[in-house]
């Protein structure tokens, strides 16, 4: 039997997978801190949904490695499938550029992913830490979408025109879903593409250019907006691996 490892924050995405598991008869445990009980290391499926900042700590004491995307994976994602220009550089390099860009941090949250001139960009974070660069496009809407074994399993919209759909409860119409649909399982197939065995795939519709890939996320920390939760955690099984 699996069982649910969430962290001491009480937030809607963990207490939505909370009760889906419990529907699931999963065992579910949350962290009093970030210590695990000795009992807890010992659990035979563990399955992790945690906070970015946190999460090597807790796989570390589980003896699990926690799967995520390469940094260049958007990078080297055919133009196609991106439909702008986007590359991996450096912090030290990106603070030079003298042109706006987008500019994120591959894979975590270290500082907000926006658009930032160059002598905007944080200065307590070091020269090499690997940065994505990438053209300023305008998203008409962007949805999240758990990824198992190249195959879809939930998805929901969550910004139209930079606007959370929260109030909205993350309503979409079926012709969005026939597009979103159509162009995650063209990207799912087309063998060029590396992607993780449970992983989350952000796309999108970019003004004036169709629809894109917005990014890749791990699934172990990734919000859930209007995704089923139930099988959100048939992803979450997979999304974390022995060391």
């Known amino acids: 039997m699996p069982t649910l490892i969430l962290t001491p924050r009480y937030t809607d995405d963990s207490q939505a997978l909370w009760r889906a598991a419990n529907r699931l008869g999963w065992r579910v445990e949350r962290l009093m801190n970030w210590r695990l009980p000795d009992e807890l290391k010992l659990v035979p499926e563990p399955v992790l949904y945690v906070e970015a900042l946190m999460t090597e700590m807790i796989a570390e004491q589980l003896g699990l490695r926690l799967l995520d995307a390469p940094d260049d994976w958007l990078s080297n994602l055919p133009e196609e499938y991106r439909k702008r220009w986007v590359y991996l550089s450096t912090l030290g390099e990106a603070r030079s550029i003298e042109k706006a860009a987008f500019i994120k941090p591959p894979n975590d949250k270290s500082f907000p992913a926006r658009v930032y001139q160059g002598k905007e960009l944080p200065s307590d974070y070091p020269d090499e830490m690997p940065v ?26 969550y910004l139209r025109d930079g606007e959370l759909q929260r109030e909205n409860d993350f309503v979409h119409t079926e012709e969005e879903e026939c597009e979103v649909r159509e162009f995650i399982e ?34 172990w920390g990734a919000g859930l907006y209007g995704c089923d939760p139930i099988e959100v955690l048939e992803v979450l099984r997979y999304a974390v691996v022995a060391a």
């Open 132 to 157: 994505l660069i990438a053209e300023i496009v305008e998203w008409k809407k962007e949805f999240r979408c758990f990824i198992l074994n190249r195959s879809l399993k939930t998805f929901s919209v």
């Open 186 to 219: 063209t990207l799912l197939s087309d063998e060029r593409v590396e992607i993780l065995q449970a992983t989350v795939i952000d796309v999108g519709v970019i003004r004036g250019r169709g629809w894109a890939v917005v990014e890749q996320n791990a699934a």
